[in-house]
């Protein structure tokens, strides 16, 4: 049976279903003991229980291939379907993936994978498919009303067919996309949306301007032209790139005429992924997609992304291997097992360490570390051994010593997370690769390129015989604890498993 872990915190929700791989469609799904098998009957059955307000179906890791037909009649009842892992819906053959009216929030790590219609439509009023970073792979999106919306999705060679749906926060990679509007008077149809250079948008001549809006487009722009005797017959016009469509180019065979008023607000350029071959979308805090969106979509950074510090991998620990067959670039290290978007480590055994690239704080200015939040959606397992087992206490680990909750009295609280940091006053960016520690100076309370541990939420401090915050010993006197000074961090994880049994 499939060990759910999240319906644990749902809170405020009428009713919440359960589907896994696990269970069986004979269940009623209303219980983690008792889950529905498809994603399809779970859904069938939450949306024709009657229910109203926000509603959870929680779909445990695995990948389900099946097709997903959904009508809900209700007007008034949201539902947020819940990753627990990585959960993948693929299609074979004609499977489609169609849901009709009210929103559906997608929260977790989903993949939408070879749908040949993907389609969320409403007759009525606002149905919206709300990825918040799903993605979307190798799929059609289908003809639908207008209403429908895709938000915040991750676009990879998808097609869309003649109708657009409206789109908001996506990022689009090597996909074709239609942005025709069914209505001259819909002037939000695509907003805030990150087009990769492979990628091409097709509009028509006389669509309003403004539908199109606040995008950064670095692919191709096909137009198709209107006449006395309208579209029909009528050939697409391709510009090379947003400049080109603005400016127009009269030497051309044919000659593509200029629009200057499309795509205002918009623009083309490198939005400075940190580490899209990863699967890390986060950005530098130079991208030209930071908080040039229109702020009434997404979070008003186009693509909807986020400042992050981006994704390092360490080469050097045995290796790498592939871990999925249709992602090419998506590695770890093969002595680790990946359980959907877990990672578990063997018995009393170390398997290396995750580590961060370098991030600037203080806004690039020298001065105190007041503490370091954690940016990572982390669960644990429950511990068996010390009090603390309803508490779902952390083993910690440092340097030979483990602390497994046994003894609340030990200097570090076992319950407690921490990390190792380096740390650096230099004005520009520290090395990486190979130099990944040059300028690492510790502000001279380590030794040059060094890890410290500290605990997460609190100021880290070493004290004077170069004990950090989060190691045994640390002399937390005032007059002996010194604050970490930086512009740069870099911060390292461990992955070691300290029980034996």
């Given at each position: 049976?499939?060990?759910?872990?999240?319906?644990?915190?749902?809170?405020?929700?009428?009713?919440?279903?359960?589907?896994?791989?696990?269970?069986?469609?004979?269940?009623?799904?209303?219980?983690?003991?008792?889950?529905?098998?498809?994603?399809?009957?779970?859904?069938?059955?939450?949306?024709?229980?009657?229910?109203?307000g926000l509603v959870a179906i929680i779909i445990?890791?695995?990948?389900?291939?099946?097709?997903?037909?959904?009508?809900?009649?209700?007007?008034?009842?949201?539902?947020?379907?819940?990753?627990?892992?990585?959960?993948?819906?693929?299609?074979?053959?004609?499977?489609?993936?169609?849901?009709?009216?009210?929103?559906?929030?997608?929260?977790?790590?989903?993949?939408?994978?070879?749908?040949?219609?993907?389609?969320?439509?409403?007759?009525?009023?606002?149905?919206?498919?709300?990825?918040?970073?799903?993605?979307?792979?190798?799929?059609?999106?289908?003809?639908?009303?207008?209403?429908?919306?895709?938000?915040?999705?991750?676009?990879?060679?998808?097609?869309?067919?003649?109708?657009?749906?409206?789109?908001?926060?996506?990022?689009?990679?090597?996909?074709?996309?239609?942005?025709?509007?069914?209505?001259?008077?819909?002037?939000?149809?695509?907003?805030?949306?990150?087009?990769?250079?492979?990628?091409?948008?097709?509009?028509?001549?006389?669509?309003?301007?403004?539908?199109?809006?606040?995008?950064?487009?670095?692919?191709?722009?096909?137009?198709?032209?209107?006449?006395?005797?309208?579209?029909?017959?009528?050939?697409?016009?391709?510009?090379?790139?947003?400049?080109?469509?603005?400016?127009?180019?009269?030497?051309?065979?044919?000659?593509?005429?200029?629009?200057?008023?499309?795509?205002?607000?918009?623009?083309?350029?490198?939005?400075?992924?940190?580490?899209?071959?990863?699967?890390?979308?986060?950005?530098?805090?130079?991208?030209?997609?930071?908080?040039?969106?229109?702020?009434?979509?997404?979070?008003?950074?186009?693509?909807?992304?986020?400042?992050?510090?981006?994704?390092?991998?360490?080469?050097?620990?045995?290796?790498?291997?592939?871990?999925?067959?249709?992602?090419?670039?998506?590695?770890?290290?093969?002595?680790?097992?990946?359980?959907?978007?877990?990672?578990?480590?063997?018995?009393?055994?170390?398997?290396?360490?995750?580590?961060?690239?370098?991030?600037?704080?203080?806004?690039?200015?020298?001065?105190?570390?007041?503490?370091?939040?954690?940016?990572?959606?982390?669960?644990?397992?429950?511990?068996?051994?010390g009090p603390n087992i309803a508490n779902m206490?952390?083993?910690?680990?440092?340097?030979?010593?483990?602390?497994?909750?046994?003894?609340?009295?030990?200097?570090?609280?076992?319950?407690?997370?921490?990390?190792?940091?380096?740390?650096?006053?230099?004005?520009?960016?520290?090395?990486?690769?190979?130099?990944?520690?040059?300028?690492?100076?510790?502000?001279?309370?380590?030794?040059?390129?060094?890890?410290?541990?500290?605990?997460?939420?609190?100021?880290?401090?070493?004290?004077?015989?170069?004990?950090?915050?989060?190691?045994?010993?640390?002399?937390?006197a005032a007059n002996n604890a010194r604050a970490?000074?930086?512009?740069?961090?870099?911060?390292?994880?461990?992955?070691?498993?300290?029980?034996?049994?």
């Amino acid at each position: 049976m499939h060990n759910f872990r999240k319906h644990l915190t749902l809170v405020n929700y009428t009713a919440v279903y359960f589907c896994s791989k696990a269970g069986s469609d004979s269940n009623p799904g209303t219980s983690p003991d008792a889950p529905k098998a498809s994603v399809s009957q779970v859904i069938f059955t939450a949306t024709n229980a009657g229910h109203t307000g926000l509603v959870a179906i929680i779909i445990g890791e695995g990948v389900y291939e099946e097709s997903i037909n959904v009508s809900q009649p209700s007007l008034s009842v949201t539902y947020n379907i819940i990753a627990e892992g990585k959960v993948v819906f693929k299609a074979s053959g004609s499977n489609q993936f169609i849901m009709t009216r009210r929103p559906f929030n997608f929260l977790g790590n989903f993949e939408f994978r070879n749908y040949q219609i993907m389609r969320v439509t409403d007759n009525s009023s606002g149905s919206s498919f709300n990825c918040n970073g799903a993605k979307l792979r190798n799929c059609t999106l289908g003809a639908g009303n207008y209403a429908y919306t895709f938000t915040n999705c991750v676009l990879e060679g998808v097609v869309s067919s003649v109708v657009a749906p409206k789109m908001f926060g996506c990022k689009v990679f090597n996909s074709q996309i239609t942005g025709i509007s069914p209505s001259a008077a819909q002037l939000d149809h695509t907003y805030n949306n990150d087009f990769d250079e492979e990628s091409v948008f097709t509009i028509r001549s006389t669509d309003n301007t403004t539908n199109h809006n606040f995008n950064n487009l670095r692919g191709k722009i096909r137009v198709q032209v209107y006449n006395t005797a309208g579209y029909e017959g009528n050939p697409y016009i391709t510009y090379n790139s947003l400049q080109e469509l603005w400016a127009g180019n009269p030497t051309s065979n044919p000659p593509k005429p200029a629009y200057p008023g499309h795509f205002p607000n918009s623009f083309s350029a490198n939005p400075e992924y940190n580490s899209k071959e990863l699967g890390d979308y986060t950005v530098k805090a130079s991208s030209p997609n930071l908080r040039t969106g229109a702020t009434t979509y997404s979070n008003g950074n186009i693509g909807n992304v986020e400042l992050g510090i981006g994704t390092y991998i360490d080469s050097s620990i045995n290796g790498r291997a592939n871990i999925d067959p249709d992602n090419p670039n998506a590695f770890f290290s093969p002595e680790l097992q990946i359980i959907g978007d877990a990672v578990s480590v063997p018995l009393n055994q170390t398997l290396g360490y995750i580590e961060e690239d370098w991030l600037q704080v203080n806004g690039g200015a020298l001065g105190e570390i007041e503490g370091v939040d954690l940016f990572h959606n982390l669960e644990f397992n429950t511990s068996y051994v010390g009090p603390n087992i309803a508490n779902m206490n952390v083993p910690d680990y440092y340097n030979g010593q483990p602390h497994d909750g046994a003894n609340l009295s030990v200097t570090r609280n076992p319950n407690r997370l921490s990390f190792q940091m380096m740390w650096s006053s230099q004005v520009n960016k520290p090395g990486n690769g190979a130099e990944a520690y040059a300028g690492a100076d510790n502000g001279g309370l380590l030794a040059p390129a060094t890890w410290g541990v500290f605990y997460y939420f609190d100021k880290p401090l070493v004290d004077l015989a170069g004990v950090c915050s989060g190691m045994p010993g640390f002399d937390a006197a005032a007059n002996n604890a010194r604050a970490v000074t930086a512009r740069w961090i870099k911060r390292r994880y461990w992955l070691r498993n300290d029980y034996t049994s």
